[in-house]
């Protein structure tokens, strides 16, 4: 977020500005659709707090939302950089931005035991592993379902 804000209120040229705003516009997107990703996830593997469940789906949806919002707003803001209500615009959106990460952030921690986490991980990892082994075994270099070859993951 601070990147890409930094991208929009530069004082740089008008190329090298609009060149770092579009990518800094990229990372702002792609950090948005991991956030979210992750923000479902918990959600999914937290139902029997429905609460907390439906909160994450909810603040996900809004992060969805707000992100083109905010790139749009950014790219008038680069536009018109003497417009108070295009800055005004932009800080408003900063701001929902930013506090509805932080409130999916402070979810998922408080969502997720990293024990357990950690447990169930290590048994994924090992279960992937054991799979790998069983198909290299059959001349199988792919294993359905992983998405990834064998002989990169288990030698």
Avoid: W
Wanted: charged content about 25%; aromatic content about 8%; glycine content about 4%.
């Amino acid at each position: 977020m601070k990147l890409f804000t930094d991208a929009v209120l530069s004082p740089a040229s008008a190329y090298e500005k609009r060149s770092l705003f579009e990518q800094r516009a990229q990372y702002l997107r792609s950090f948005s659709a991991r956030l979210c990703k992750t923000a479902n996830v918990v959600a999914f593997a937290n139902a029997r707090n429905a609460r907390k469940a439906d909160a994450l789906r909810h603040l996900s949806s809004r992060v969805q939302t707000l992100t083109p919002q905010l790139v749009n707003a950014g790219t008038i803001r680069v536009k018109h950089p003497e417009s108070s209500a295009a800055g005004e615009n932009f800080e408003n959106l900063c701001c929902q931005f930013a506090e509805h990460v932080q409130s999916v952030r402070d979810i998922c921690d408080d969502s997720v035991d990293a024990r357990i986490f950690l447990a169930q991980t290590e048994d994924a990892v090992r279960k992937a592993m054991q799979d790998c082994n069983r198909a290299k075994g059959q001349g199988n270099t792919q294993v359905k379902g992983y998405g990834f070859d064998c002989e990169r993951c288990c030698g």
